[in-house]
């Protein structure tokens, strides 16, 4: 299998794109959630026919990236700093920093309280809320992996191999050709629904890898309102 990068020039558009090269009969074009396109092609198709054919699907490939340009992470950098609001689940709690013998955080009654005993040291305070969003990641992400399982008719035939929570700008999640479902971390600032949105959008992968009409409609099925928690993870997440 070989991998190569192109260019094609649609409009006034560049469409940057990638061939992959396997030993197959037919060509497909996929977009990604990143909105970078990938061309998976037999072995011995020229480049004019890719193109040829890239170009008369020109169109339904804008279309994606547009789609997924605004699924993409926006939020502005935060300065973790006492009086800065910051999300979790969907809402805002303002940030209070307390000097204190121990370093920890917590939630309460409106707000992300850190403790520190370095409490003018913003980098400090960035550290420790980031290292409690992680922790309340790999608690909360399982607990909606295993609701939003139940959306399916045969749950164990979506069950994704492994969950990784990591901090990418790319996309909200994805899922690995080996099963492996990667979330960003920072999806744990997003409303519930909006959460449960993204994880079945990537467990449909399982089954579906690419965003082709068979995807929608098992996404359709399974989550009707999708469009409407997408909505919410984009006005809530900018």
Known sequence: MTRKLHCLQYGEQEIQ????RRPRKTLEIAVEPDASVVIAA???VTLDAIEAKLRKRAAWVT???RYFAQFLPRTPERRFVAGETHLYLGRQYRLKVLPHIQEGVKLTRGFIVVQTHRPNRS???????EGWYRSRAHLKFPERIKLCLDLFPDPEAFRPKGLIVRQIRQRWGSMSPAGRLMLNRRLIQAPVDAIDYVITHELCHVNEPHHGPAFFRLLDKVMPDWERRKQRLE???V
């Open 17 to 20: 794109y990638e061939i992959v």
């Open 42 to 44: 037999p072995e011995d």
């Open 63 to 65: 279309r994606q990236q």
């Open 123 to 129: 980098e400090v305070t960035r550290e420790l809320v």
């Open 235 to 237: 006005r809530a997440m």
